[in-house]
């Protein structure tokens, strides 16, 4: 699998809503850092594979083509950098702790400010840099500079393209694994309790609501009919809340808004005497039983979910 493909199947696997809602917090940065982070990963491997398309010309110095490359390495290793910060949580990690494992990676970087980032100016005016004049090759060029003594230095950009590559692949898959171990422990947490159990012994209740407009001996039944659907639905929602971190599903939220309105009328004409023969309530009850009937395949579907 290409780093393009990682970064497109990791892009999908931090919007899976068991990660996403449970991992990133309100502030702003934490989630937005992620899939920038990911599309950096993803336009700087572009633009290392053109580089490795490029017609090799041994004769031209392709400053440009040097330039382009060595960018692009430092933009992937920011971003593979603030993606690992932000999935791993170690919001005060430094980049040097983190590429200091990678020696290669240090000297890509190291190479990068030489000639790109402060030629002029290095370490504070301690050091200066310059690409040598003379012919370079596309895999391969020298550079000088005074630090303050005078140093020569080769640099062999295919093995920095291999190690590179090497580290991408290798953050993108540890990260990867971070993600679906978050997801299966959110999974263990929740594994217990069923949605649809919660809800699924209501048929009795959801009877004695409806013998409130067609029974004229045991319509006051109703009250303690709506009391229980409305206590268990509040319970279900609150199972749902903590599996979803407050960002319950739209179709799941508009279903239960729907219900809540319904339980909200019936409890109204039962307290006003008015649900008796009342047409208006027996129609709502249609409604709430299709509402009700969606409502407990889509816990089905969230218990489905949360099966190992």
């Known amino acids: 699998m290409t780093i393009q493909e990682k970064c497109r199947n990791f892009n999908t696997k931090i919007h899976d809503r068991m990660f996403r809602n449970n991992h990133f917090d309100a502030s702003f940065g934490h989630y937005e850092q992620t899939f920038i982070s990911i599309d950096q990963i993803e336009d700087c491997q572009d633009a290392i594979d053109e580089f490795k398309k490029l017609v090799r010309n041994e004769q031209r ?6 330039y382009g490359v060595l960018q692009a390495f430092f933009g992937q290793q920011d971003g593979l950098f603030y993606l690992f910060r932000s999935i791993s949580n ?7 702790d983190f590429f200091r494992g990678y020696e290669l990676i240090s000297k890509i970087r190291e190479v990068r400010n030489d000639i790109v980032g402060h030629p002029s100016n290095r370490k504070g005016g301690k050091e200066f840099y310059f690409i040598d004049k003379g012919p370079n090759s596309k895999f391969e060029f020298e550079y000088g500079g005074y630090k303050p003594e005078f140093v020569r230095m080769k640099v062999d950009l295919q093995k920095f393209i291999v190690k590179q ?65 409305n206590d268990k639905l509040l319970k279900f929602q609150e199972e749902l809340n903590k599996r979803f971190n407050d960002e319950i599903p739209a179709g799941i939220e508009d279903t239960l808004r729907i219900i809540h309105y319904i339980l909200e009328k019936m409890k109204i004409w039962h307290e006003k005497n008015e649900l008796l023969d009342n047409d208006d309530a027996e129609i709502f009850m249609y409604a709430f039983d299709y509402q009700f009937e969606s409502l407990e395949q889509m816990a089905k579907e969230v218990d489905s979910e949360y099966e190992l």
Do not use: C, P, T
């Open 61 to 66: 110095r392709s400053i440009l083509s040097i």
């Open 90 to 96: 170690k919001q005060k990690l430094k980049s040097a």
């Open 165 to 229: 590559e090497q580290f991408a692949h290798q953050v993108l898959d540890n990260l990867n694994e971070l993600v679906l171990e978050n997801i299966e422990l959110h999974k263990k947490e929740f594994k217990m309790i069923k949605l649809y159990d919660l809800i699924s012994g209501l048929n009795y209740a959801i009877q004695l609501m409806k013998r409130g407009y067609h029974d004229e001996h045991r319509g006051f039944q109703a009250e303690w009919g709506i009391s229980e659907v």
